[in-house]
C-alpha cells in the first residue's frame, strides 16, 4: 500500500530503517498497480562564509541529516512482502501421539518381512539347483508305498470264475423230458435210460417204482439262484420236485454222462423224497454214521448254545424244496475238515455236498448233527 512520505518505514529486502523520502515508491506490492515514480527534492544548500585563514580550503560536501536512532524489528514474512515466484514455507501439521508408529513394531515388521523372504528364496534357489546325481552319493530312498493285503478269496469264488454260467433254460428242459419219462416208464430199460449211472442204483429205482408204492407226479419246477457244488464250486441248478408223497417237495440235480447227456441224479431225489436223513437222526444212535446229499447255508449257529458257538462252524441243512425241517450241521473250527469248508463256503450262498454226517445230542432249538467227513475233501 502506498504510504505518505513522512514518517520511517523500513525496507522488505534487507530490513533498513529510515525515513520515508530515503526508499522509492513501494509498487511491487501484490496487487496494487504500480505507480508515477516520484522523487525527493533536495533543498539548496546555503552559502556557507568561512574565515579567510581557512579560505583556502574546500568547502564539505553537504550530507543530509540523519534521522535519530530507529531500534530495527526483524521483518515479519508476509505473503504480500515475499518475493515472486518463490513458494510459500511448508506447513507443518503435528501428529496426533496416537497415531504415530511404534519404532520397534516398525523394526519387528520389517525383521520378519525379510526373514520370511529369504527362506522363501533360499527353498527355491535349492531346489531350483538341486543336484541330479551327484557322484558317490547315495540316493534318498523313497518312502515304500503302503500295501493292505487283500482278504483271500475262497475256494469257492475262485473255482466259479472259472465255470461258465450254465444254460439253464436247456437244464429245464432236460428236467422235464426226463422227468416225465421216468413217472411214465413201465419197463426198467426206460426207467434206466432217465437215471444218472442206473446200473448201480437199479434195485432202488425198481422198489421205488413199485405198482403199490409208486407215487405221482404233481409239479416240477426251477428253484430260484445257482447253488455250488462242494469241492469244486461248480453251479448246479436245482429242481423241485412234488409228488403225492412229497409234499414239501424232493431236490433234484441233472448229472452229465460219459457220453455227454443230462440224466437224473438218484441220490439226491430219493433221499430227499422220502427224508432219509431227518429219519436217520431221529431213529440213529450217537455213535452211527452215514452218508447223505445235503444242500448248506452258513450260519451264525443261534440254534447252539451260546457256550458252543465259538467251537462249531455252523451251517443251516436243508433236505427239500422248502426249509422244514430244519437243521443244523456242525464241524470243528480248528479240526482240518472245519478249516477245509471254511475256505470252500462263503456268506450268503447256497452248496450242495454229499456229507457223512452223525446226531449231536447237545440242547439246541433244533436238531443238530456233526459233519464228519465230506466227499471230495482232500483233509481227512
Not at 114 to 125: E, K, N, P, R
Request: proline fraction near 12%.
Amino acid at each position: 500500500m502506498q504510504h505518505g512520505q513522512e514518517g520511517v518505514a523500513q525496507c522488505p529486502h534487507c530490513a533498513h530503517t529510515a525515513p520515508r523520502f530515503h526508499f522509492g515508491t513501494q509498487a511491487h506490492v501484490l496487487g496494487v498497480a504500480p505507480g508515477r515514480r516520484t522523487f525527493a527534492q533536495v533543498p539548496p544548500a546555503a552559502p556557507v562564509f568561512t574565515a579567510p585563514a581557512v579560505a583556502a580550503q574546500a568547502a564539505p560536501e553537504y550530507q543530509a541529516p540523519m534521522p535519530a536512532n530507529v531500534p530495527r524489528s526483524p521483518l515479519q514474512h508476509s505473503q504480500a512482502l515475499l518475493p515472486i515466484g518463490e513458494p510459500p514455507p511448508a506447513f507443518e501439521t503435528p501428529m496426533p501421539p496416537q497415531f504415530r508408529g511404534s519404532r520397534l513394531t516398525t523394526l519387528a515388521f520389517m525383521t520378519t518381512f525379510a526373514s520370511v523372504c529369504g527362506i522363501a528364496l533360499w527353498v527355491w534357489w535349492d531346489h531350483a539347483n538341486a543336484p541330479a546325481g551327484a557322484p558317490g552319493a547315495v540316493p534318498a530312498q523313497a518312502a515304500a508305498p503302503e500295501v493292505r493285503r487283500a482278504q483271500p478269496a475262497s475256494q469257492a469264488e475262485t473255482h466259479a470264475a472259472t465255470f461258465e454260467p450254465p444254460d439253464t433254460a436247456a437244464f429245464a428242459a432236460d428236467a422235464k423230458a426226463l422227468v416225465t419219462e421216468l413217472f411214465a416208464a413201465d419197463t426198467p430199460e426206460r426207467r434206466a435210460a432217465c437215471i444218472h449211472d442206473a446200473e448201480k442204483y437199479g434195485a432202488e429205482i425198481e422198489a421205488w417204482a413199485h405198482p403199490a408204492e409208486r407215487p405221482e407226479l404233481r409239479l416240477l419246477a426251477k428253484i430260484p439262484g445257482l447253488p455250488l457244488s462242494i469241492p469244486g464250486g461248480r453251479p448246479v441248478p436245482l429242481f423241485k420236485v412234488v409228488t403225492s408223497k412229497c409234499s414239501a417237495g424232493a431236490l433234484l440235480r441233472l448229472e452229465e454222462g460219459p457220453d455227454g447227456k443230462r440224466r437224473l441224479h438218484w441220490p439226491t431225489l430219493i433221499e430227499t423224497h422220502d427224508s432219509k436223513l431227518a429219519v436217520f437222526l431221529e431213529t440213529s444212535r450217537p455213535e452211527d454214521v452215514g452218508w447223505f446229499h445235503v444242500a448248506l447255508r452258513p450260519s451264525h449257529g443261534l440254534d447252539l448254545p451260546q457256550a458252543l458257538r465259538p467251537k462249531y462252524l455252523a451251517f443251516d441243512a436243508q433236505i427239500a424244496a422248502v426249509n422244514d425241517p430244519h437243521l443244523v450241521a456242525c464241524v470243528e473250527r480248528e479240526s482240518p475238515l472245519g478249516r477245509f469248508l471254511d475256505r470252500e463256503s462263503d456268506w450268503g450262498k447256497v452248496y450242495l455236498a454229499r456229507l457223512l454226517v452223525r446226531r449231536l445230542d447237545i440242547e439246541a432249538a433244533a436238531p443238530c448233527m456233526i459233519i464228519v467227513d465230506c466227499e471230495g475233501a482232500p483233509e481227512r
